[in-house]
């Protein structure tokens, strides 16, 4: 008599989870984002600093109708305030794929 494995800590289940995951964010597609923002650390050049390691990736996407990013440094204390707004475009159909996918792996036939 065969014995049915259960899902345990380590098993196939949670090593399957990162696939899934995968998979379902393959199947979102990002079509508008729109981040505008102000930020300020209460050390002014520490603002500078971070506003530094942020610049490219304000300045690397040039200005289109589809990614607009605007970050503002504050000098004058400790500040966070922004706005952000995104548009994902999901067809609900597939992420019936994946999930099938994970649950046949993990509790199909000779599971």
């Known amino acids: 008599r065969r014995r049915r494995k259960r899902w345990r800590r380590g098993g ?7 696939r899934l995951i995968a998979g379902l964010l393959g199947r979102f597609h ?11 650390l209460p050390d002014p050049a520490e603002t500078g600093h971070v506003f530094g390691l942020l610049t490219p990736l304000i300045y690397a996407t040039p200005p289109s109708s589809r990614i ?22 999901v067809i609900p ?19």
């Open 93 to 111: 159909l597939t992420l019936l794929g994946p999930a099938i996918r994970f649950g046949w792996d993990n509790i199909g036939p000779g599971r």
């Open 12 to 18: 196939g289940f949670v090593r399957g989870v990162p």
């Open 30 to 40: 990002l079509h508008r984002v729109r981040l505008d923002g102000a930020f300020g």
């Open 68 to 89: 607009a990013v605007r970050v503002r440094p504050v000098f004058t204390g400790p500040h966070l305030s922004g706005e952000a707004e995104a548009v994902i475009r």
